[in-house]
């Protein structure tokens, strides 16, 4: 009588650890080995399943290659939005233009989005359209850190555009000493300024909106 000595699944996983070369060395029981296909019935040899997770792999990757090249272009489109925009702002010597130049050309480097512009206190000699922010308003923005993006808003703001807008990016602006106002863009797509999104772009746009604006509340 042949005594049968049976192995737990443990021993056989710990085994093959310590004997990385068995399979080298035994290649036929490598190839007869069979498991089942998580993906619909049957079974695989452990070649096969390697092969399946490899293509697997490689498809994710190829995604998020993909996805990248995309967010370069993406970037880069933004970045040459952003230097035409800046090139406008440069070149205007009437400071009491600014702001309306700052809405006009931003929209025309960023087409489909709307853009407003609160300032205070609002000098004499600009538009009234850039007046009329609410203490509320104001409050809310001197309490933000940095550009908000998403669909919560003040609900004032609806009246400052045409349509309401289902998604924001709120700028506050600053002339590095106190700050000046709001910039806001609004868009029709309630995907477009999400929660969470980077902010890098709005950052500079912030920064360089305040700057070239504070020219205009001296």
């Not at 990385?20 to 007869?32: G, I, N, Q, T």
């Not at 700052?102 to 960023?110: A, K, P, Q, V």
Request: proline share 5%.
């Amino acid at each position: 009588m042949t005594d049968k000595t049976a192995f737990t699944a443990q021993e056989v996983a710990d085994f093959l650890q310590q004997n990385p070369s068995f399979f080298k060395d035994h290649a036929d029981v490598f190839l007869s080995m069979t498991i089942e296909d998580e993906t619909g019935g049957g079974t695989l040899s452990l070649a096969q399943r390697q092969l399946a997770d490899l293509r697997s792999k490689l498809k994710k990757q190829d995604f998020h290659l993909k996805e990248l090249s995309l967010y370069a272009m993406e970037n880069q489109d933004i970045s040459q939005s952003l230097l035409q925009w800046c090139v406008y702002m440069l070149a205007e010597n009437d400071a009491a233009y600014l702001p309306q130049l700052c809405i006009d050309s931003l929209e025309h480097c960023f087409p489909g989005l709307k853009v407003a512009i609160k300032l205070w206190p609002c000098p004499e000699q600009i538009q009234s359209q850039f007046d009329g922010a609410s203490q509320e308003l104001i409050a809310y923005v001197q309490q933000m850190e940095q550009p908000y993006c998403g669909r919560s808003y003040p609900e004032e703001m609806n009246a400052w555009f045409e349509r309401t807008p289902a998604s924001v990016a709120i700028l506050p602006l600053d002339d590095e000493r106190s700050d000046i106002g709001v910039l806001v863009f609004a868009s029709d797509d309630p995907e477009h300024f999400q929660e969470g999104m980077g902010i890098s772009f709005l950052l500079i746009i912030s920064a360089l909106a305040g700057s070239a604006l504070s020219r205009t509340m001296r």
